[in-house]
């Protein structure tokens, strides 16, 4: 069966400091990866996604970046945070072409201080 | 501009009875809705979704109704338990645009004993 992973499941950073949080998935090969960010009290934005090794799509202009350097793993990173940028990070994967049901990791809390 | 709207941000009702959780959406080119059930601090969980060739789709407590003239879909769940609280999302994807999904804001489900 298929599963997906992230971590760290919560994280506490400066203001400035660099960001790396890392979603993995098994039990299945080509995935579609997405990176969603929900802010407190709204709902799941759509910040990246990724149909295949080093192809990244990004949905808004942000600070922050998107890498897939292996087939079933999914990095997002900053450079430097912004208080902004706290919030509950989820990624999710889409298995088979032609369906539209996306499967959710448990999520990462981000809280820039 | 919200393409996908939920327009009550709570909702109680008491168990046993229906809980009704209502979605509008603005984009005709939707074709595929979704509902996923979130407890705090986990990820997603798919429920039920519906084509929009269908006006609705049953899956055990759960029931999808789609009104595509309306641009309204709804979420029923009968009975209601204790255990379905927790925040629903409705989201909506469409073909031409790669089945990205689009998410309202979350309706919370507080289903007292």
């Known amino acids: 069966s298929q599963t997906i992973h992230q971590w760290p499941a919560t994280l506490v950073q400066p203001v400035g400091s660099p960001l790396s949080l890392e979603c993995t998935v098994e039990?299945?090969?080509?995935?579609?990866l997405y990176w969603y960010r929900q802010a407190a009290g709204r709902g799941l934005q759509l910040l990246f996604y990724s149909v295949g090794i080093g192809q990244i799509s990004s949905e808004v202009p942000q600070n922050l970046s998107a890498s897939r350097p292996q087939d079933r793993q999914f990095i997002l990173s900053s450079k430097k945070l912004l208080l902004s940028d706290s919030g509950f990070y989820l990624c999710?994967?889409?298995?088979?072409?032609?369906?539209?049901?996306?499967?959710f990791g448990p999520g990462t809390r981000l809280t820039v201080l | 501009d919200q393409q996908v709207k939920q327009n009550s941000p709570s909702l109680s009702v008491q168990e046993g009875r229906i809980s009704i959780l209502n979605c509008d959406y603005t984009?005709?080119?939707?074709?595929?809705f979704l509902w996923y059930k979130k407890y705090p601090a986990e990820g997603p969980t798919f429920l039920i979704s519906?084509?929009?060739?269908?006006d609705k789709n049953e899956d055990g407590r759960f029931t999808v109704f789609l009104n595509k003239s309306a641009k309204h879909l709804s979420l029923h769940i009968v009975p209601s338990q204790p255990g379905d609280s927790a925040v629903y999302f409705c989201a909506a994807s469409a073909a031409i645009s790669g089945n990205k999904l689009v998410f309202g804001a979350g309706t919370i489900l507080r289903v007292k004993s």
């Open positions: 519906i084509s929009s060739i269908k």
């Open positions: 039990g299945t090969s080509n995935p579609n």
């Open positions: 999710a994967w889409v298995g088979l072409a032609g369906v539209n049901e996306q499967f």
């Open positions: 984009n005709s080119m939707f074709d595929y």
